[in-house]
């Protein structure tokens, strides 16, 4: 190492301990909360940032079970799984002849779609609560599902358009003339080559829907169909001196994104940085 | 279809035909679960309301009634706790955000890990971010005993409870959800400038922080574009941390009021001490907040556009 290489790490001292603060800033509070789920109560109350003197997993049994997490755990999967295959299909579908298919009109259909990027659907929750109930679809995961499904497609269709249009049309002749059917050359042929866009779609629309509780709040009020977020907004009220319940249910609703962030996080970071984010 | 018709070949209806089969299902879901509420709200904010059902056409009435006392105190404090929340986004997480990317962009590739640390609060939830800074923050919290152990605090820690703090603890809370967004954007800009850039005024003579403010920062406009744009977007919707750290009442005393959390209040009858619905001033309300954030965003997306550098 010569002298030169030495004053340049000393020079860049200061700016690796701005950068280890902000991780200690956000790994900091995110310790608290692992530490926090194995200690009891009591001890959550004591000792804030060591580690617990007995390793114990009653809250999480108390979570589990008394607080009925299962229940909630297993309304989240089921409508984030819902609406990230209904997305992808439906989008892909659209996409599919709006990018390859010479029409005319796919630049009008494609930018209506693009509209909806941006539409603020919150501001029209109270006409979508009346479709709710004209359609039945209130305390029910599939009317979440549409709901989730309906918002996520503008992102979808845009994204998986961008990436249909630019793959080669022999991609597809030779399949035609062999005789196979559009839907066939969609799905088996198409979708396998973009592989990267349907990754950043699934995870986007996972994220979105597992972590959102608006919809839930204003369209399930039946404890059967509660997900996973609005469930704890009730939870921190009700109990609020049980903390160690609930870190323990905090920890377990964010467990599937967090194994999620541990495989993928190269391609989310890809994914936010070329198409802008989450939200 | 017009070229076809041109050369005198016939339209080709089957292959029309499927392209609109395959579109609809895609079109029918979207119409009717976003662009047909949005449009019937805008369009019920110009009658009266008695519940949940229109009555006669009252044409701008609703919007007159927003802007008189009860309502207008309500109003003006939820829009100034957006201006400032906008704001304190820009500066908190944007602009600390750039100096992440920046410090981490001089120390090239193998910084991978500290983006995903930084990056990870937010996929979480803004209710599991909100509940566990909830907890951090409160008498007798993590934080409380982290202050007096550095001797930055004596007795109980109240910030959430105080009108003039709480809405600036929100704001930093939500600066330390997204602050992973302008940090991964701003790294992705600035690996776009070309290195030979950077040589010349380093060879120049340029120190670090001149380089960034003016070699970097102007050719970095797309990125500040899309930023500002999301920033405003997500501040003037912003909702989840208010209603999971305050309460939808923006407590202490409507001091983290926002216009979606007062819209919520008018829409499913949270507002006042009986909890009164009054749909058309929230609709009225939602109509004015959808025309601010259309015509502000294609306000800034104009803007940016004719301060992009093109090389």
New interface residues.
């Given amino acids: 190492m010569t002298n030169l290489d030495v004053a340049q790490r000393i020079r860049q001292l200061p700016g690796w301990i701005v950068l280890a603060l902000w991780a200690l800033v956000v790994a900091v509070p995110l310790y608290i909360l692992i530490v926090s789920c194995f200690k009891t109560t009591a001890e959550i109350y004591g000792d804030k940032f060591g580690l617990p003197t007995s390793w114990t997993l009653d809250n999480f049994a108390n979570a589990w079970t008394q607080a009925q997490f299962a229940r909630y755990m297993w309304n989240s999967f089921a409508v984030t799984g819902g609406a990230v295959i209904l997305t992808l299909v439906v989008s892909a579908m659209a996409a599919f002849p709006l990018s390859r298919y010479q029409l005319g009109w796919s630049s009008p259909v494609l930018a209506f779609f693009l509209a909806g990027v941006m539409l603020p659907i919150r501001l029209a929750s109270v006409e979508l609560f009346t479709l709710m109930k004209t359609l039945d679809l209130l305390d029910s995961r599939l009317g979440l599902i549409f709901v989730y499904s309906a918002i996520r497609i503008p992102f979808a269709v845009f994204i998986l358009a961008n990436f249909m249009r630019v793959l080669p049309k022999e991609l597809e002749e030779a399949a035609r003339l062999d005789g196979a059917k559009e839907w066939r050359i969609l799905f088996r042929i198409i979708l396998p080559t973009i592989k990267p866009a349907v990754a950043i779609v699934a995870i986007f629309t996972a994220i979105a829907v597992w972590n959102d509780f608006f919809f839930p709040l204003i369209f399930i009020f039946d404890d059967d169909y509660k997900t996973v977020p609005l469930a704890i907004t009730t939870f921190i009220g009700q109990f609020r001196t049980d903390w160690g319940m609930v870190v323990a249910a905090l920890a377990i609703s964010m467990m599937p994104v967090l194994v999620m962030y541990l495989l993928l996080a190269r391609q989310i970071r890809e994914g936010v940085g070329a198409t802008g984010g989450l939200k | ?4 018709r041109l050369r005198g070949a016939p339209i080709d209806w089957p ?2 035909r ?2 609109a089969l ?2 609809l ?3 029918v ?2 119409c ?7 449009a ?2 805008l369009w ?1 904010s110009l009658f009266e309301w008695r519940g ?1 059902r229109m009555r006669g056409f009252v044409g701008l009435d609703n919007f007159a009634r927003l802007f008189v006392e009860p309502s207008w105190t309500k109003l003006s404090g939820a829009f100034t706790h957006n201006v400032f929340w906008f704001f304190g986004i820009m500066v908190l997480q944007n602009g ?1 955000g750039l ?2 990317a920046y ?2 962009f ?2 090239g590739r193998g ?2 890990f ?15 971010v909100g ?6 923050l409160t008498p ?3 934080v409380e ?1 982290l202050l007096h152990s550095l001797g930055l605090l004596e007795g109980r820690l109240t910030i959430l409870g105080d009108s003039t703090w709480a809405l600036w603890v929100l704001i930093a809370v939500d600066a ?1 959800n997204w ?3 302008p940090v ?2 701003f ?2 800009g600035l690996r776009q400038i070309q290195p030979e850039v950077f040589e010349a005024a380093r060879l120049d003579g340029a120190g670090n922080g001149r380089i960034l403010w003016s070699i970097a920062l102007p050719q970095l406009v797309p990125s500040i574009s ?1 930023l500002t744009t ?1 920033t405003f ?2 501040t003037f ?1 912003q ?2 941390l208010v ?2 750290m305050q309460g939808v009442q923006g407590n202490p005393n409507f001091a983290t009021d926002t216009l ?1 959390t007062y ?2 209040r008018l ?2 009858g949270a507002e006042g001490a009986v909890g009164i619905t009054d ?1 058309g001033l ?2 009225a309300l ?2 004015l ?2 025309l601010l ?2 015509v502000v ?1 294609i306000g800034l997306l104009r803007f940016f556009e004719r301060r992009t550098v093109r090389l």
């Fill in positions: 279809m017009s070229t076809n292959k029309h499927a392209a395959f579109v299902p895609a079109l879901i979207y009717l679960f976003v662009i047909y509420p949005l019937s709200s019920g949940f600390l100096i992440f410090l981490l001089l120390r910084t991978a500290l983006q995903s640390v930084f990056f990870f609060p937010a996929v979480l939830s803004p209710v599991i509940a566990l800074w909830r907890l951090l007798d919290g993590a005993s330390w602050m992973g967004l991964l954007i790294t992705a899309s999301l977007i997500n919707n909702f989840d209603y999971v979606v819209f919520f829409a499913f749909i929230a609709l939602g109509t907040l959808f954030l259309t965003t």
